[in-house]
């Protein structure tokens, strides 16, 4: 498992872990100030990598593995579909005179 640690400045002692996983097609780095800052406030955090589910991830030995095509396919299917349900709902909440017309288009 590819994983990469942010800790406190000076650190010594016991102090709370934070494990974080991204969302799709991050890398354990994506969010770098955001673990810099948790670990400046006494956190130390844990970023953990999924092969597959990244663009790319790259091991300790130098590995590269990239996305898994037919999982990248789903998510972009998934997030389309959310986005397009989300504004016609806001357009149906705005201009109830397209309300059947975006009706009939959510069905289809």
Known sequence: ??????YPDNAEGIY?????SHGAFGIKAS???TYRELASHGYVVCSID?????F???A????????????????????SWFM?????ISLQAENPTRRSFFNFLIML
């Open 1 to 6: 498992m590819n994983v990469q640690f942010w």
């Open 56 to 58: 790319y991830t790259v």
């Open 50 to 54: 999924h092969p597959y589910h990244s």
């Open 16 to 20: 709370p872990l934070v494990v974080f």
């Open 84 to 88: 397009i349900k989300s504004l016609v």
């Open 60 to 79: 300790d030995d130098g590995a590269v593995t990239l996305i898994n095509s037919e999982y990248k396919t789903e998510v972009h299917f998934l997030a």
């Open 31 to 33: 969010n770098a100030s």
